[in-house]
C-alpha cells in the first residue's frame, strides 16, 4: 500500500516485520525519497531501522530518491545496466 500525506508530501508504504510478520508502516524522510528497497541500491539511499512493536526486532529498510525499482537479484537498475552492456 502506497499513500501520500497531503500535508507533507511523504510516502507511506506497508510492510511485513522480517521476524514476526506483523504489519509495519515506514515513512519516507521527505517527499523526494519515494523509493522504498530491502536493500540498499546506491550511494543515494537512506538507510532507516523500523522497530516492531510486536517483537521489538529492528528492520532495516532503504529509501531512494535515484532509482525507482531494484531487480529480484539485488542488482540495482544501474548495475543491471552495466551487466547488460557486456552483450
Known sequence: METKKEDEM???KE???DNCGRKLIAISPDDSY???FMKTCCGESIERKIECDN???RNVRYWCIRH???VS????KDDLDRELSDY
Open 68 to 70: 525507482s525499482f531494484v
Open 55 to 57: 517483537c521489538d526486532f
Open 10 to 12: 511523504m510516502v507511506e
Open 34 to 36: 519515494t523509493n522504498f
Open 73 to 76: 537479484a539485488g542488482l540495482s
Open 15 to 17: 510492510f511485513g516485520c
